[in-house]
């Protein structure tokens, strides 16, 4: 669609994305998109009795990530979180 | 397991029974919930059909129970692969609900106390197919269930049966809803299987 070249195909990101999906995320911290509050994966409010699992926001209960788990795939939504911190091994 | 089962085609030793495929029977009723059980006063519920011009159509609990209410009784089907047959039920046709609102939208967006909400074709809620629901098996529906009423299109997956039922609003344009932006299908007919995405 787009002949500019300001941008590259996503496939360039797959290197980076394959490195921080590698990595345990319930460790990771994220801040809650509705009220800002900042926590880990592991401290959300976990709802696994559903279609999916979901996590709310331990200090507001707005729904911070679902998951999905179909036969072969998994969809991943994150909207409620506004930004994954994790922890990266130094020095490679 | 299901291979086993695969063979019999979702029929269950009573050949009366057929299943939607993929399905099993269950005899109780599984709750299944996305977040905290909220619990609505009736005193303080309330229902809303917006049209895709704004306009509101509102009942409180009285007005609700003074509508035309039905006993029916109907199969449901869980996407989670049970399916419980024969429940009892009765509500109010969301046909003598929408009786007055006058609409062109072709697509319907089912928003609940707690926050959920699922989508679905106007004409699913319509022509005998849909009810606002607040009795289940004689008794009051808990809140567990979805009480104090909940929304019942029992042709499609259970997900589509918004539990405590807050409002309707009527779009233009699809929205997907709670399960139907991470993966889940966007119609979710059981007898097609429309589990997921591209099913
Ligand atoms: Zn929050």
């Known amino acids: ?92 | 397991m299901a291979l086993v089962s695969r063979g019999f085609s979702g029929r269950r030793r009573d050949d009366d029974v057929k299943l939607p495929p993929g399905q099993y029977l269950t005899e109780d009723f599984p709750v299944l919930s996305a977040g905290p059980t909220p619990q609505v006063r009736t005193e303080r519920w309330e229902f809303t059909i917006t049209t895709e011009t704004g306009e509101e159509h509102r009942w409180d609990w009285a007005a609700l129970r003074a509508l035309p209410a039905e006993h029916f009784t109907t199969d449901l089907h869980c996407v989670t692969k049970w399916s419980k047959l024969g429940t009892m039920w009765e509500g109010v046709s969301l046909d003598t609900l929408f009786a007055d609102v006058e609409t062109t939208a072709d697509y319907a967006l089912a928003h609940s106390y707690g926050g959920y909400t699922t989508n679905l074709p106007l004409e699913d809620l319509l022509d005998g197919q849909a009810w606002i629901a607040f009795s289940y098996g004689g008794e009051d529906l808990t809140a567990e269930h979805g009480g104090p009423a909940r929304l019942l299109v029992p042709h499609l997956y259970l997900w589509k049966s918004a539990k405590w039922l807050r409002g309707i609003r009527l779009v233009n344009e699809d929205t997907p809803g709670f399960w139907e932006g991470v993966g889940y299908h966007n119609y979710g007919d059981p007898w097609r299987e429309q589990r997921y995405w591209g099913d």
């Open chain 1, 1 to 92: 669609m787009s002949t500019n070249d300001d941008h590259l195909d996503a496939n360039a990101a797959g290197g980076a994305l394959r490195e921080l999906f590698s990595v345990d995320l319930t460790a990771a911290g994220t801040l809650c998109a509705t009220c800002a509050h900042s926590f880990t994966f592991a401290e959300a409010l976990l709802y696994a009795r559903a279609p999916g699992l979901v996590g709310r926001c331990p200090a507001c209960g707005e729904v911070v990530f679902r998951l999905v788990r179909g036969p072969g795939r998994a969809w991943l939504d994150l909207r409620g979180s506004t930004c994954l911190a994790i922890r990266m091994p130094e020095g490679r």
